[in-house]
C-alpha cells in the first residue's frame, strides 16, 4: 500500500505563492499518477493538477498559468506551487495517487486560506 504525507497549506494574502508538498510511502513502485485536489466548503471535490509517470500534467482551467505541479520520482514527491493566489482558491488541498492497479490513496489533506 502506499502512504502519502502532505506538507505546506497555511494563511497566505491574495496575491501570495504556498508551495504544497506530498510525500509517499510504501508502495512506491507502484504509482502512476501523482495529483493534487481541493474541496472548498460545500462544494464538490475537483482536480486541481496531477502529473503521471511520463512527466504528462493536467490542470483545471483554474490553475492553468498560475499553479505548477512537478514530481521528484527520487523523493516520491510531488509538488504544488501556487502563485498569484485567489481568495477562491480557500481549500482543503488532498493529495492523491492512482497506482498502476488503479487503486486510489488519499492524503490527509491540508489547508490554504488566502485572504483578500
Known amino acids: 500500500q502506499v502512504q502519502l504525507v502532505e506538507s505546506g497549506g497555511g494563511l497566505v494574502q491574495a496575491g501570495g505563492s504556498l508551495r504544497l508538498s506530498c510525500a509517499a510511502s510504501?508502495?512506491?513502485?507502484?504509482?502512476?499518477?501523482m495529483g493534487w485536489y481541493r474541496q472548498a466548503p460545500g462544494k464538490k471535490r475537483e482536480l486541481v493538477a496531477n502529473i503521471f509517470s511520463t512527466g504528462s500534467t493536467n490542470y483545471a482551467d483554474s490553475a492553468k498559468g498560475r499553479f505548477t505541479i512537478s514530481r521528484d520520482n527520487a523523493k516520491n514527491t510531488v509538488y504544488l506551487q501556487m502563485n498569484s493566489l485567489k481568495p477562491e482558491d480557500t481549500a482543503v488541498y488532498y493529495c492523491?495517487?492512482?497506482?498502476?492497479?488503479?487503486?486510489?490513496?488519499w492524503g490527509q489533506g491540508t489547508q490554504v486560506t488566502v485572504s483578500s
Open positions: 492523491n495517487v492512482l497506482t498502476t492497479s488503479s487503486s486510489s490513496v
Open positions: 510504501g508502495s512506491i513502485f507502484s504509482i502512476n499518477v
